[in-house]
């Protein structure tokens, strides 16, 4: 039987562009190569389309091991050194549709997981992992998501959405109102960014005018959120139509919220798999996470975040994240493991639920 190439798409103009080629160089490790044929394809943070040559060479680069050594600016320094000697080398796209039999999405944030590069591959009929364009979109802006967790009735955090033309325009006026509306500890969060990317827990007026500012430079919409006062869970969704739920997972941040930070360079956060929650709670947060997923249409994967309110154990809908990261210390890879499905038998399962998807989408 010939093999199937898969495309790795990674990179990408967002800001979780080295967590992007963190995530394809785990997967890489995992694809079967008796079965397929891997074709890395590189997206710099211009977002230029590299040659296979140039893709292969930074898909070998250790970035994790210049982040862990908190330089992230060594990172970038050696990622355009690679493709500076590259710069001879030129893309084909017609060669890459001609080629691609099945692409594996490992871009995070914008112009990756926002429905973008997922339109321009359904343009030219190639199946991928992960979500369609619609629900890609819709997840990717945390206002809109909260929009339809309420429609199909899992609860939220009271937030008010503040675009960066209205606050450029009237800064103080919007401070004042959410100052007026709002109790203390706040969160101020770019709308359409991942990897807690951004985010700032904020105490009074002047944190509040200051996160604002800083996340109006990231977003052109911004979410300004009620703290919860809860335990942080996760939990991994697999699948198309018949969609199952991990058990969940916890987070315990190593510093005031999981940032970015404690995420990716810190390490410093503990994490807890399976959650150790009461059982009835345990599987109400794994029917909101499908509740969630189905709501917006999603396919393949998606890590759906929430918070279990201390005193109630209300359970309370985060964000939803549709193409988690996988690196070694991700926390849907190791979420789907606790469930007894294996990293490698979870890259078979969503570039077989890839290809199961093109055989449903509508041809008219």
């Known amino acids: 039987m010939s093999k199937q190439t898969v495309a790795l798409i990674f990179g990408g103009k967002s800001a979780e562009h080295e967590i992007s080629i963190i995530s394809a160089r785990s997967i890489a490790a995992e694809i079967d190569r008796n079965r397929y044929e891997l074709s890395p394809l ?5 977002g230029k389309w590299h040659a ?4 292969q060479a930074v898909l070998d680069t250790d970035i994790a091991a210049l982040l862990r050594s908190g330089s992230p600016e060594s990172a970038g320094a050696r990622l355009r050194e690679l493709t500076a000697a590259a710069s001879g080398e030129r893309f084909d796209f017609g060669a890459f549709l001609e080629s691609t039999d099945v692409a594996f999405i490992a871009l995070h944030g914008s112009n ?7 339109g321009c591959l359904d343009t030219f009929g190639v199946p991928y992992t992960g979500c369609g364009l619609t629900a890609s979109a819709l997840a990717m802006d945390k206002a809109l998501t909260k929009l339809c967790a309420v429609e199909a009735g ?4 009271e937030s008010v959405t503040v675009t960066s033309r209205d606050y450029a325009a009237h800064p103080l006026g919007i401070v004042v109102e959410i100052t007026k509306r709002f109790g203390w500890p706040l969160f101020v969060k770019p709308a359409s960014l991942g990897s807690s990317v951004g985010i700032s827990k904020v105490r009074n007026a002047e944190e509040l005018a200051k996160a604002l500012e800083s996340a109006c430079q990231l977003d052109s919409k911004v979410l300004v959120e009620a703290a919860i006062s809860g335990r942080e869970i996760e939990v991994a969704v697999l699948g198309n139509g018949d969609a199952v739920a991990s058990a969940p997972g916890e987070i315990i941040p190593g510093s005031d919220f999981y940032s970015y930070e404690d995420k990716y360079i810190k390490n410093e956060a503990k994490l807890v798999i399976p959650a150790d929650l009461p059982e009835g709670v345990a599987e109400e947060v794994r029917k909101a996470a499908l509740t969630v997923f189905k709501a917006l249409g999603c396919e393949g994967m998606s890590r759906v975040d929430f918070f279990v309110e201390n005193g109630t154990n209300r359970v309370i809908l985060n964000e939803i994240n549709t193409i988690p990261g ?10 789907m ?7 490698a038998e979870l890259v078979e399962k969503l570039l077989l639920l890839a290809l199961e ?3 449903i989408t509508p041809k008219i």
């Open 154 to 157: 899992v609860a939220v955090a």
């Open 42 to 46: 590189y997206i710099d943070r211009d």
């Open 337 to 343: 493991a606790a469930s007894g499905v294996g990293f």
């Open 52 to 55: 296979r040559e140039c893709s």
């Open 112 to 118: 990756g997981e926002d429905g973008k590069i997922q």
């Open 326 to 335: 996988f690196t070694d210390i991700s926390m849907y890879p190791m979420m």
């Open 357 to 359: 998807k093109r055989s």
